[in-house]
């Protein structure tokens, strides 16, 4: 099952305090995008965080591991409640981008 662009839209009204969040469509789903790092997944509607030690431990008894396709890593399953808190969400986010490094550059290939 696709997620709605209506979740979509939902959660990145959410985050909307936060700069340089966005989401980019990846087959049928959605990658959640803080600072150009990957910090979540969106998908069959629901929110599947990076998991990160500092975020375990903001989420502390609200945190439950999901994941987000068959094979996929396990993330942390955002309760749909908590995804209403614009506030906690934010935090959640800020706190993950903070713990992840940051994304290694592509090597350029060269065409002869």
């Known amino acids: 099952m696709a997620t709605k662009q209506s ?3 939902f959660i990145l009204d959410q985050l909307s305090s936060l700069d340089s969040v966005l989401a980019r ?3 049928g789903e959605y990658a959640l ?3 150009g ?3 979540a997944l969106i998908c069959d509607d629901s929110l599947f965080v990076k998991i990160t030690e500092q975020g375990k431990a903001f989420v502390g008894k609200h945190y439950q591991e999901g994941h987000a396709y068959e094979g996929a ?3 942390m399953l955002i309760d ?3 995804i209403e808190d614009r506030e ?3 935090n959640l986010i800020l706190i993950t981008t903070d713990s992840l490094p940051l994304p290694k550059k592509k090597k350029l290939s060269r065409v002869y």
């Open 7 to 9: 979740t979509v839209d």
């Open 25 to 27: 469509k990846m087959f």
């Open 33 to 35: 995008y803080c600072a």
């Open 37 to 39: 790092k990957v910090v």
């Open 73 to 75: 890593k396990a993330s």
């Open 80 to 82: 749909p409640e908590l």
């Open 88 to 90: 906690w969400l934010s």
